[in-house]
């Protein structure tokens, strides 16, 4: 639905407010506030908002959890790894979505998609979980036909491809081997009736090869937002973000 009187684009945007976050907890204090950050991308018509609450807090507290489940009118999409603690947060917490990623302590960004298989059994007893609660889940995985078949098998609502290959891609040839890997990715869990979403490394420039991906729904998108609202103002960032997506 349109928020504010701005009609949606066709490709939806969930901005990740992770950096806010981290900009803050670099000295403490409250500066600045990620719950006024989401207000923000709200009034300037986004679909949803994302955040990732680690298990090591780098970011994300569990305050901020809390208080973004309560901003009005938009989208809430928690992303967690399959820890008993970070789970029985989230089932508190009750965002409108859930999204499943993986967790290494040493990286500095989430670097692949789950592996599903090898994870399999504890994924659906969590998708379970969450199903119990009426809240969506997403597999954040690679764009491979196999990781999407096990997360239908996991009775997942939707995936989020990992786009982060494709942005990383150093030259044309593997730009276009990793384009084409998305949009197979996508038809294929259009096929077997997995909603899908993308995000990892988008910015304003590679996000325009994946707008004629037919059956992608949403982006979700922060470092670049983030990094463009430093020079611009976080509206700004939004509204340029929104513009392509249209």
Do not use: W
């Given at each position: 639905?349109?928020?504010?009187?701005?009609?949606p684009?066709?490709?939806?945007?969930?901005?990740?407010?992770?950096?806010?976050?981290?900009?803050?907890?670099?000295?403490?204090?409250n500066?600045?506030?990620?719950?006024?950050?989401?207000?923000i991308c709200?009034?300037?018509?986004?679909?949803?908002?994302?955040?990732?609450?680690?298990?090591?807090?780098?970011?994300?507290?569990?305050?901020d959890v809390?208080?973004?489940?309560?901003?009005?009118?938009?989208?809430?999409?928690?992303?967690?790894?399959?820890s008993?603690?970070?789970?029985?947060?989230?089932?508190?917490?009750?965002?409108?979505?859930?999204?499943?990623?993986?967790?290494?302590?040493?990286?500095?960004?989430?670097?692949?998609?789950?592996d599903?298989?090898?994870?399999?059994?504890?994924i659906?007893?969590?998708?379970?979980l969450?199903?119990d609660?009426?809240?969506?889940?997403?597999?954040?995985v690679?764009?491979?036909?196999?990781?999407?078949?096990?997360?239908?098998?996991?009775?997942?609502?939707?995936?989020e491809?990992n786009?982060?290959?494709?942005?990383n891609?150093?030259?044309k040839?593997?730009?276009?081997?990793?384009?084409?890997r998305?949009?197979?990715?996508?038809?294929h869990?259009?096929?077997?009736?997995?909603?899908?979403?993308?995000?990892?490394?988008?910015?304003?420039k590679?996000?325009?090869?994946?707008?004629?991906?037919?059956?992608?729904?949403?982006v979700?998108?922060?470092?670049?937002?983030?990094?463009?609202?430093?020079?611009?103002?976080?509206?700004?960032a939004?509204?340029?973000?929104?513009?392509?997506?249209?």
């Amino acid at each position: 639905m349109p928020f504010g009187g701005i009609h949606p684009p066709r490709i939806l945007l969930c901005v990740n407010i992770d950096h806010i976050a981290t900009l803050r907890e670099a000295r403490g204090g409250n500066e600045p506030d990620p719950i006024e950050a989401a207000i923000i991308c709200r009034k300037c018509g986004c679909n949803g908002i994302t955040a990732h609450l680690r298990q090591d807090r780098r970011h994300v507290q569990d305050k901020d959890v809390f208080a973004l489940k309560g901003v009005d009118r938009i989208k809430f999409n928690l992303e967690i790894a399959l820890s008993d603690e970070i789970i029985k947060t989230a089932i508190k917490a009750k965002p409108d979505q859930i999204t499943i990623v993986p967790e290494n302590m040493n990286e500095r960004a989430t670097e692949s998609g789950l592996d599903v298989r090898r994870n399999i059994v504890e994924i659906k007893n969590t998708v379970k979980l969450f199903h119990d609660q009426n809240i969506l889940v997403s597999l954040f995985v690679e764009p491979d036909v196999e990781a999407i078949d096990l997360s239908k098998e996991c009775e997942a609502d939707l995936i989020e491809i990992n786009t982060g290959a494709y942005c990383n891609a150093i030259n044309k040839a593997m730009i276009d081997e990793e384009i084409g890997r998305i949009y197979r990715a996508a038809k294929h869990a259009g096929k077997v009736g997995l909603a899908v979403n993308a995000g990892h490394g988008l910015n304003y420039k590679n996000i325009v090869h994946l707008l004629n991906v037919t059956e992608l729904e949403e982006v979700n998108i922060g470092h670049s937002i983030i990094s463009r609202s430093v020079f611009v103002g976080l509206s700004r960032a939004v509204e340029e973000m929104l513009d392509i997506l249209e």
